[in-house]
């Protein structure tokens, strides 16, 4: 089954080619209407004729995380703002955030990916959907709603946390499909476990999209084997819409539609590009974009793309399972934090000595971050009490600007690493 | 007037790790402080180490060298008889004072003991016990 079966079946050589049509158009666009990035080509001394083949992409400046954070809120937007029909927030690399808008039309093609993606791995018509993603300013709830009503599916917006109502729900109406992070639906397993619910048995669920953190194929073995469904990998940042690609039921690389965007590797080092098969960073190109535009968007996750047919007949490059970052991007419970953003909150926080480690464990299915800070001369109390109430304003702190909760635990000066040169603060104990 | 009756006492931060305590006590050894009473006050995740020692700023300078954090703080002492009972009695006074006791610890040498205990306003409360007619122990009687 396919959702647009001529191009996701396209001929490999009459996709490049298209791919180079827009993104010679897009680029056209771009250096005329946008002031960011007639800049930054400036900067780089190419212009839109020195784009001659698909290839020639190499030519154009990356983009970073930073440069949306230093144009926020809407100073990179190359659609007037009235025909922004929606905003997504995430958070960005020291406190201040990273704003995404849509036009109607970006919308529906966010809507489309998610189509192809969600026939591809049989989830459509008479199909019931849970979406246990967060909705609102993250992407993943509306981002697979939208494309779960496209396909025809009944949609449970169901959200995330009241896991025991979630797990009646699902066994009430019948549901068949979940989307939702690998880990949360681990502790669904174990909720349901606690409850006396077999999801195999007392359930019609079958099928599962799971995403927006990094997880294995050893925790899809789990899952299936747990659980009785067939799990998928799906793929985004908010940067490039949100959950836009996922794999097929062949699950063998997440398919990236050839007519949406372009994918490249590089070496994080040194900005190389990288053939097939060759891990490195992955770099896209959004070509269908209006309001915020993304060319060479630098993510910083690690994985290698192939270009061959997939066994499914669909022709668009996949990429393999994300493999880890190339900067320090945690993603806890679903949530980016940055190692920089603890830092920053921190260092407004007069009672600080400044030496912090950020250790992250998983317990159950569930991840936990700790920050452990050293206690200075002046902010130690001989009365537990106060030290508690440290302990609590530095975790709410934390909270106010991660948006998660975390553990704070009190350390004695010089306890904790100090670190000639680069830092290594975080230590991270999962095994996925 | 109060002020003489005031106690010294070092508290010192341990995180709770194995080995930390050994190694507040070797710096204590180190500094050559000698301990009159002791306790450990522990939550989660971290300790307070609390002592009463017999030169306390010589001992709260040499700490402070060796990077611990060590603070010090006025706590009252009042002696107590080594008895059944003898609690029950400083228990009385101090709740007949309505002093509000934030912690306390005992030290015991032969049949005299003494009580050290941590309030809010120490000087207000040495007042009132003085005025009560109760014996407040100086840091000379220890």
């Known amino acids: 089954m396919y959702w647009n079966e001529t191009i996701e079946k396209m001929p490999i050589s009459e996709l490049k080619d298209l791919q180079y049509k827009s993104l010679k158009s897009l680029v056209n666009n771009l250096y005329s209407f946008s002031t960011f990035y007639h800049d930054r080509m400036k900067e780089m001394n190419v212009r839109p004729n020195d784009i001659q083949s698909l290839s020639d992409i190499t030519k154009l400046p990356f983009m970073n995380k930073s440069d949306l954070r230093d144009n926020y809120p809407t100073k990179m937007f190359t659609s007037p703002k009235k025909s922004v029909v929606r905003y997504h927030v995430s958070s960005g690399t020291t406190g201040k955030p990273t704003l995404v808008g849509y036009t109607a039309n970006d919308i529906e093609f966010w809507t489309e990916s998610l189509a192809r993606s969600l026939t591809s791995v049989g989830i459509g018509d008479g199909d019931v959907i849970q979406i246990s993603y967060g909705y609102g300013l993250f992407t993943g709830g509306l981002g697979l709603h939208y494309g779960a009503e496209r396909v025809g599916a009944t949609v449970l917006p169901a959200g995330t946390g009241s896991t025991e109502r979630q797990l009646e729900l699902m066994i009430d109406l019948d549901v068949t499909a979940i989307a939702c992070t690998p880990s949360y639906l681990m502790h669904m397993g174990d909720v349901a476990k606690a409850m006396g619910i077999d999801i195999r048995k007392d359930t019609q669920l079958r099928k599962a999209v799971l995403g927006a953190e990094p997880w294995s194929d050893n925790m899809r073995k789990y899952i299936e084997n747990e659980l009785g469904v067939q799990a998928y990998d799906i793929y985004g940042t908010s940067e490039i819409s949100g959950p836009m690609f996922s794999e097929c039921s062949e699950k063998d690389g997440i398919h990236v539609w050839g007519d949406t965007a372009i994918v490249e590797i590089i070496d994080p080092e040194t900005g190389e590009s990288l053939g097939p098969g060759e891990k490195g960073e992955l770099v896209m190109t959004v070509l269908k974009k209006e309001a915020m535009p993304m060319i060479r968007y630098r993510i910083k996750d690690l994985t290698s793309v192939m270009e061959e047919e997939c066994a499914c007949g669909r022709t668009s490059p996949r990429i393999r399972r994300i493999d880890g970052r190339s900067d320090d991007m945690l993603i806890i419970r679903g949530i980016n934090v940055f190692p920089s953003q603890v830092e920053h909150t921190l260092m407004h926080m007069p009672e600080m000595t400044g030496q912090y480690m950020i250790v992250v464990d998983r317990v159950g299915a569930l991840d936990l971050m700790t920050v452990q800070v050293e206690v200075g001369q002046e902010t130690f109390s001989d009365k537990i009490d106060d030290m508690l109430r440290l302990k609590k304003k530095i975790s709410s702190e934390l909270k106010k600007y991660l948006n998660i909760g975390i553990d704070v635990e009190l350390m004695s000066p010089g306890s904790l690493p100090r670190f000639e040169g680069k830092a290594k603060r975080v230590i991270d104990r999962r095994k996925l | ?142």
Request: proline share 4%.
């Open chain 2, 1 to 142: 007037m109060s002020s003489e009756y005031l106690i010294k006492q070092l508290s010192v931060f341990i995180n709770n790790e194995p080995g930390r305590l050994a190694q507040i006590a070797a710096a204590l050894k180190e500094c050559n402080v000698n301990m009159k009473a002791f306790n450990i006050a522990e939550s989660s995740g971290f300790g307070v180490f609390r002592a009463i020692v017999d030169d306390p700023d010589k001992a709260c300078a040499e700490l402070s060298k060796k990077g611990i954090v060590v603070k010090e703080t006025n706590v009252i002492a009042i002696p107590m008889v080594n008895r059944p009972g003898g609690l029950l009695d400083v228990a009385k006074i101090i709740g007949d004072a309505k002093i509000n006791v934030e912690y306390g610890y005992a030290y015991m040498n032969n049949d005299e003991a003494s009580f050290f205990f941590r309030v809010d306003d120490a000087p207000a409360v040495i007042e009132r016990l003085l005025a009560a007619g109760i014996k407040v122990l100086k840091e000379k009687d220890i």
